[in-house]
């Protein structure tokens, strides 16, 4: 069994579902990702990480 969270309309974290699972067998040419842990669900790191937003720091 494996556990991921969804969600099915806008709002706060009490949309969120927690939801247990069976992951399936990768198909060819696919691959399959086992998460250890989650650090960081702020959007500053994901788009640092990604490059989509320059970060600008101040010079205090």
């Known amino acids: 069994m494996a556990t991921r ?3 099915h309309k806008h709002g706060g974290p ?3 579902q ?3 699972f069976v ?3 990768p198909a060819e040419h696919e ?3 086992e998460n250890k ?3 960081s669900t702020t959007s500053i790191p994901t788009f640092a990480a990604a ?6 720091f101040r010079a205090d």
């Not at 490059?51 to 600008?56: A, E, H, V």
């Open 5 to 7: 969270i969804e969600f």
């Open 14 to 16: 009490e949309v969120l």
């Open 18 to 20: 927690v939801v247990e």
């Open 23 to 25: 992951a399936g067998d």
């Open 31 to 33: 691959i399959q990702v």
């Open 37 to 39: 842990a989650i650090v």
């Open 51 to 56: 490059s989509i937003r320059p970060l600008r």
